[in-house]
């Protein structure tokens, strides 16, 4: 009997394996300087313009630029190869991961944790989880991909999807469930940070990407060189987010535990959904993997600078997103785990089927 090798699944960074640790002492370090710097955090903050904050915004693009050069929309001639699975995804991202965390946050929020939550912080909160289950992630998942042996031309083209129905429904979805959960968005400011932290970033992304790609390896290259700053951007945005979030945390330290609740819920309940309605449509272990994991995973920096730009740094809604950072990497490393571990299982369905 002769074995075929199996192809190494690729590791994770040393900094991204660790970004939840950077991320907990960003907190630390954001609350300390808040207590001993607060006339220059309250600098940073009132550097705005219409409720856009300079600092951050400047951070932001240095976060979402790099990771939108990798979508490549000249993928999606590719939909008809997977068909299922791409359907299968939309309908998670966008039919019920935005609207199953507005539910969580609703029965959470609002009644089993509400003795433990500020007042006047709830619909914050709430608004915070839906900002960040309202689109999906578009950096993360391809090294997830990559970790499940995932079909990269999937990955890219499912990327490439959500970032273009991304462009027009942002707004709607997120503008839908608070105006649901009776919470006032600003839809001015709204629309502007659709056209500040998706339209402009993915129109300068795809100029680069076009421009580099017209030498052999320096798209490659400059990703490379990008994705430090693209994380450090990250943590430093959290640095400033915590030194204004400083006081209410160390009042309410339970907070962030949780606010982790819904969101692990939610994380999980995607992601089982999406990879059980693959293997129900006989899809490809290849192509349910990089579907769970996309239909679980949260485009974190979009919400946090959208909570930002909608309810200011102090808000719960900040918080809720900062939340989703902090306990992300975590928790896609157990949905990759349990898909990798579940293999024979959900191949087991397609050849029961084929033996029929």
Same mark, same amino acid.
């Given at each position: 009997m002769s074995a075929v090798a199996e192809a190494p699944r690729p590791?994770?960074?040393?900094?991204e394996r660790w970004l939840s640790l950077w991320v907990a002492l960003c907190i630390v370090?954001?609350?300390?300087?808040?207590?001993?710097?607060p006339e220059l955090f309250h600098a940073l903050g009132s550097l705005e313009i219409a409720r856009i904050n300079l600092p951050v915004g400047l951070l932001i693009w240095l976060m979402i630029v790099p990771m939108l050069m990798?979508?490549?929309?000249?993928?999606?001639?590719?939909?008809?190869?997977h068909w299922r699975g791409f359907g299968i995804t939309l309908f998670v991202n966008w039919a019920v991961k935005p609207f199953s965390m507005?539910?969580?946050?609703?029965?959470?929020?609002?009644?089993?944790?509400?003795?433990?939550?500020?007042?006047?912080q709830q619909d914050s909160y709430i608004a915070g989880l839906i900002l960040l289950a309202a689109?999906?992630? &578009?950096? #993360? =998942? $391809?090294?997830w991909?990559?970790? %499940?042996?995932?079909?990269?031309?999937?990955?890219?083209?499912?990327?490439?999807?959500?970032? &273009?129905? #991304? =462009? $027009?429904?942002?707004?709607?979805? %997120?503008?839908?469930?608070?105006g649901v959960a009776a919470i006032a968005v600003p839809w001015?400011?709204?629309?502007?940070?659709?056209?500040?932290?998706?339209?402009?970033?993915?129109a300068v992304a795809q100029v680069m990407r076009a421009q580099l790609r017209r030498r052999a390896g320096a798209l490659e290259a400059m990703l490379a060189r990008l994705q430090p700053s693209s994380l450090l951007a990250l943590l430093a945005t959290l640095v400033l987010l915590f030194g204004f979030q400083g006081e209410a945390i160390l009042r309410q330290p339970l907070v962030i535990a949780l606010l982790a609740v819904p969101i692990t819920i939610q994380v999980v309940f995607n992601a089982a959904l999406a990879y059980g309605l693959n293997r129900l449509g006989g899809e490809a272990h290849c192509v349910a993997g990089p579907s769970a994991l996309i239909g679980a995973s949260n485009?974190?920096?979009?919400?946090?600078a959208a909570a930002i730009a909608l309810f200011g740094f102090e808000s719960g809604a900040a918080l809720a997103t900062v939340v989703g950072v902090l306990i992300e990497v975590p928790l896609m490393l157990a949905v990759v785990g349990v898909v990798n571990r579940s293999q024979g299982w959900y191949e087991a369905a397609g050849l029961a089927q084929r033996g029929r």
């Open positions: 590791a994770l960074g040393g900094f370090a954001g609350i300390a300087l808040g207590r001993i710097a990798r979508v490549d929309f000249g993928s999606l001639g590719q939909v008809r190869r507005a539910l969580l946050g609703w029965i959470f929020v609002r009644h089993v944790f509400v003795q433990w939550l500020p007042p006047g689109a999906p992630c &578009t950096a #993360m =998942v $391809f090294v991909s990559q970790l %499940v042996r995932g079909e990269a031309n999937f990955t890219l083209t499912q990327v490439a999807l959500n970032d &273009t129905i #991304m =462009v $027009f429904a942002f707004a709607p979805i %997120v503008a839908l469930l608070l001015t400011t709204l629309l502007l940070s659709v056209v500040l932290y998706i339209l402009l970033p993915l485009f974190f920096e979009l919400a946090v």
